[in-house]
């Protein structure tokens, strides 16, 4: 590791304490099962609860990395969503107080669909590059709904992934990237609409168009990819032609996707981590391709260098033990979540009710009132 090293100091990803199998949604949904496992590679997904939003989410994956010395070394705070709680106010304001950021850390909500997440931290890099003693916060945080019986219902999800970004790069380090931007009407969810309008055709189509325009040969042995859905990712190795890595190694980024469904932003992250927790090898030293695609639509393809001590500093027995530990919600309690979640997110006024709070949970979301949210800490460390 260089002194000029930038990269992920730390990582953790959260998502809520529940996940219906999808097994039983497509018996409900009248679906042929083999469809959604095997055809979209699905197996579960979590889903959110009455006291979680995309705040209380990143509250908690940030909460994981943080000490109170890192806390005050940030300088700038990205909050990467395309699941925005108000048009005019960054969510990561509501986040900075929570976690007693500096008062003269800049905070910024980035948007730019799934790719979001990468700009912020490509950006972030470039923000520890030009203030060497100072850190860059990066979370995602995403709720994917795309309405009852849609097309998209089976690739919906929710969690965060939060990454502390310097210039003592433990998890890896993180390479400058190749770009392409171009106007594509593939998914979108305008200010008036609660879900997004999809042509998930175009978006597959328009995801392996940009794969081949930045990708570019260096004889790789792992690849993280952007995925709704696993499928996802076996389509885009193919398309690397000789390039492709051996199937095997690529399930090991898909596993936790499997199981969490599509986050967006933290997607291709998320991948990362499940490459590290299932990894029959160490990974200390190799260089991974990651490809992050955000629909409208920007592709990146960028290469990750891992570090010594890549396994402490990515938390990955924490966020496996997470994911595992989910209660399954029978199919009238997911319908439930998701109907609570859709009716609040427009709501003047939201107390939430009850029923469904985890005891793991930090921190929840306690009302709306005249639009503007309060969370109350329950266990701050
Ligand atoms: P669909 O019409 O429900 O499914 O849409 P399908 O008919 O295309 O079938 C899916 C696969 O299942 C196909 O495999 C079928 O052959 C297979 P493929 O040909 O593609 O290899 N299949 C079966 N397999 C086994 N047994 C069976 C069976 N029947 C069919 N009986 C779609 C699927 C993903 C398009 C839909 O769910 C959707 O619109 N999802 C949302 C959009 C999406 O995820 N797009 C992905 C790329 S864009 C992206 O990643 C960006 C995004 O994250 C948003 C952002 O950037 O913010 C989405």
């Keep these: 590791m260089t002194k000029q090293d930038v990269g992920v ?57 943080l000490t109170v010395e890192d806390r005050s070394h940030i300088g700038l705070l990205l909050f990467a969503t395309e699941t925005g709680i108000d048009f005019s106010k960054a969510a990561g304001i509501y986040l900075h107080e929570l976690l007693k950021l500096s008062p003269s850390c800049r905070v910024l909500e980035v948007k730019q669909a799934c790719y979001a997440a990468t700009g912020s931290l490509q950006l972030a890099c470039d923000f520890v590059r030009s203030n060497p003693d100072k850190k860059a916060l990066v979370v995602s945080s995403d709720i994917a709904w795309y309405g009852f019986k849609s097309a998209g219902e089976v690739t919906q999800g929710c969690g965060s992934i939060a990454m502390l970004v310097s210039n003592q790069p433990n998890v890896c380090s993180v390479e400058q990237g190749q770009v392409y931007t171009e106007n594509v009407p593939d998914f979108y969810r305008p200010s008036f609409s609660e879900v997004p309008f999809v042509d998930g055709k175009m978006s597959i189509k328009s995801y392996l168009s940009l794969l081949k325009k930045v990708f570019k040969p260096s004889s790789l042995d792992y690849f993280c990819f952007h995925m709704p859905f696993a499928t996802m990712g076996d389509k885009a190795n193919k398309a690397l032609g000789d390039e492709q890595i051996p199937a095997e190694r690529l399930e ?19 991948s990362l981590l499940s490459l590290i927790a299932y990894a029959d090898t160490s990974l200390a030293g190799k260089q991974i391709g990651m490809f992050s695609y955000g629909s409208g639509a920007i592709g990146e393809f960028f290469k990750l260098q891992i570090n010594k001590n890549y396994k402490q500093a990515a938390l990955v027995g924490l966020v496996q033990e997470r994911i595992l530990n989910r209660r399954a919600l029978s199919f009238n309690e997911y319908e439930e979540l998701w109907t609570i979640f859709s009716e609040r997110e427009g709501a003047v006024q939201y107390s939430p009710v009850a029923s469904y709070q985890s005891p793991s949970l930090r921190i929840a979301l306690e009302k709306v009132e005249n639009g503007h949210r309060s969370y109350r800490l329950i266990n701050d460390d």
Excluded: C
Aim: proline share 5%.
């Design 9 to 65: 100091e730390k990582l953790s990803f959260y998502t809520p304490s529940y996940s219906i199998d999808i097994h039983e949604l497509a018996i409900a949904r009248n679906m042929p099962p083999e469809k959604w496992e095997k055809g979209l590679g699905q197996q579960q997904m979590s889903v959110i609860t009455p006291h979680e939003d995309i705040v209380t989410m990143a509250y908690e994956a940030a909460l994981d990395i």
């Design 252 to 270: 090991w980024s898909k596993e936790f996707g499997k199981l969490v469904g599509n986050i967006y932003n933290g997607s291709l992250y998320l």
